[in-house]
């Protein structure tokens, strides 16, 4: 009777379009939180902001990282740094040349809110910071979870059960967690269904030739 046949993973399994994802917690976010959250609430008290994918809550202009307050100044350093950071890891390489262009605006979701499946188109990546991802809801597990879609439309024709292609990736986010990833990436933001509110910070990065 012939041996089966075992495969090996490691040598012989290839993962082919896999799209690195990070999400990590940033230093000092305990510190950094309640100042950006006094200043997010009351600008959305003072501004009507701007309607993007937004369905219902409150985005804010894409002026950010202008805004006078120096915990949002101290997020974008440190956004930048691991934007730096991943980018040399999607490149393989140790450092990325060019200068660093970036724009960031903040969203607040209160209950029945969410954002439409979309992507960012013109920029290489893009992140979302979590300043207060509200309250969690026993009976809407995927409330305000940040949704991933499969970006290969064939994967989605013909599903194998307990596979993770064709289906979307939810991630759960924490405060103070940073998401990353390439502005290519469909994605979305499943309604909030808890009390309150829920406050991100949204980012879009570009690398240019100096």
Known sequence: ????LKIDPESQVAPLFATPVALITLPGHKKLNPAIERAVLDKARRSTGMKRSNVGGWHSDLDLLHWPVPEIRQLAEMVAD????????LLNQATVEG????????NVCRRGNFHK??????????????????KPVADWPESGTFEFSDPRTPARMQTLDGASFGRPHLIYPENGQLLLFPSWMEHSVNPYQGPGHRISIAFNMRFAKA
């Open 117 to 134: 499946a979309h992507c960012h188109p013109n920029w290489h990546l893009s992140a979302a910071y979590y300043v207060n991802v509200g």
């Open 99 to 106: 200068k660093l262009s970036m724009q960031a605006w903040a």
């Open 1 to 4: 009777m012939p041996e089966k």
């Open 82 to 89: 691991a934007a730096t950071h991943y980018c040399g890891l």
